[in-house]
């Protein structure tokens, strides 16, 4: 099936900093999808890309989906502790018609 | 509010017990999907109903069973949970799948004994 590689697993970083986290495919994505889980909770959908070259923001995140259609990122733009949390991709091939998630990028933000 | 509602939050069972979690909707979604997921780790498609067509993952254990009586609702049945079953259990709806995102309830967190 189709697979989507996230990195960093990890990231510490201190409030006003920014934030970076990115998905892989090796093969063309139909769309990619972004959520976010705070700790102890569940998965909240953030955005869908489905054009190459699409970005589109939401106040301090941006959001971009590359030319080829084969990699994504997320970009916060000065952190708040209220960014504490787990950033999921979710990908799927054109072919296969599903999407998986990325392993997730799990983001500290110390105050 | 339109939601998810997963119910029980949080499910006890004994090693090889059987147990029933259980999810609603209100967004009249088509589409309903159950995940497990373990610390630190992504949610794992264990199968969907479309409509009334289900689809089983190929790596989701025969142990994992479900029912979707209606639209409304759908059941995850694990028939004798083991150690290794002890995760947390996401419910999640969409209209339509593919380009479609994924609403999530809040979770059954499963403790094995």
């Known amino acids: 099936g189709q697979q989507v590689m996230q990195i960093p697993q990890y990231q510490h970083v201190q409030e006003g900093e920014d934030f970076t986290t990115y998905c892989n495919s090796s093969t063309t994505l139909s769309n990619i999808q972004w959520y976010k889980q705070r700790p102890g909770g569940h998965p909240v959908f953030l955005i869908q890309l489905v054009k190459s070259g699409e970005v589109k923001k939401q106040k301090r995140l941006t959001f971009q989906f590359g030319e080829a259609k084969k990699n994504s990122s997320l970009h916060i733009t000065a952190t708040q502790t209220t960014d504490v949390g787990t950033y999921f991709c979710r990908g799927g091939g054109t072919s296969y018609g599903k999407l998986t998630f990325g392993q997730g990028t799990i983001l500290t933000v110390h105050p | 509010d339109a939601m998810v509602i997963q119910n029980p939050r949080y499910q006890v069972t004994q090693f090889g017990k059987p147990v029933t979690l259980s999810c609603s909707q209100t967004l009249n979604h088509n589409v309903m999907y159950w995940y497990q997921q373990k610390s630190s780790q992504a949610p794992k498609l264990l199968f969907h109903?479309?409509?009334?067509?289900?689809?089983n993952e190929a790596d989701t254990p025969d142990n994992f069973q479900s029912r979707r009586p209606n639209t409304s609702f759908c059941f995850l049945d694990i028939r004798s949970p083991g150690l290794g079953d002890a995760a947390m259990y996401l419910c999640?709806?969409?209209?339509?799948?593919?380009?479609?995102?994924?609403?999530f309830g809040p979770g059954t967190r499963l403790t094995v004994t």
């Open positions: 999640a709806t969409s209209f339509g799948r593919v380009l479609r995102e994924q609403y």
């Open positions: 109903y479309y409509d009334k067509d289900f689809n």
